[in-house]
């Protein structure tokens, strides 16, 4: 199993960035997104089931983050509007297989058994 995160880089506070990540290696049911700022935990970002029927979004990246995925290519991505400063971080996506991610879209860390390298966002203002 493999995710290859890309789109990361530098934007001003007030643009737009588009994430992807494709996964390879099989079929996963949930997908997601976290993101660890420096010296801050990893924290969730966004994620969506295994249609894209359900999304969770945090309440930081609500209204401005999307997430959506297209199974055929087996990619997730993360469209960021609105970008602030406080959204710099390592973006990191994440998938799973088991059957609770078919229904809910899954918003803890302990929920994902795949991890990608992660792409570096940086919002200047």
């Known amino acids: 199993v493999q995710l290859q995160a890309s789109g990361g880089g530098l934007v001003q506070t007030g643009d737009s960035l588009s994430l992807s990540c494709e996964a390879s290696?099989?079929?996963?049911?949930?997908m997601g997104w976290f993101r660890q700022a420096p010296g801050k935990e990893r924290e969730f970002v966004a994620s969506?089931?295994?249609?894209?029927?359900?999304?969770n979004y945090s309440d930081s990246v609500k209204g401005r983050f999307t997430i959506s995925r297209d199974n055929a290519e087996r990619t997730v991505y993360l469209q960021m509007s609105n970008v602030r400063p406080e959204d710099t971080a390592i973006y990191y996506c994440?998938?799973?297989?088991?059957?609770?991610?078919?229904?809910?879209?899954?918003?803890?860390?302990?929920?994902?058994?795949?991890w990608g390298q992660g792409t570096q966002v940086t919002v200047s203002s």
């Open positions: 994440a998938a799973d297989r088991r059957t609770s991610g078919i229904w809910y879209a899954l918003t803890s860390q302990d929920d994902y058994a795949y």
């Open positions: 969506t089931n295994r249609r894209g029927s359900i999304s």
């Open positions: 290696g099989g079929t996963f049911s949930a």
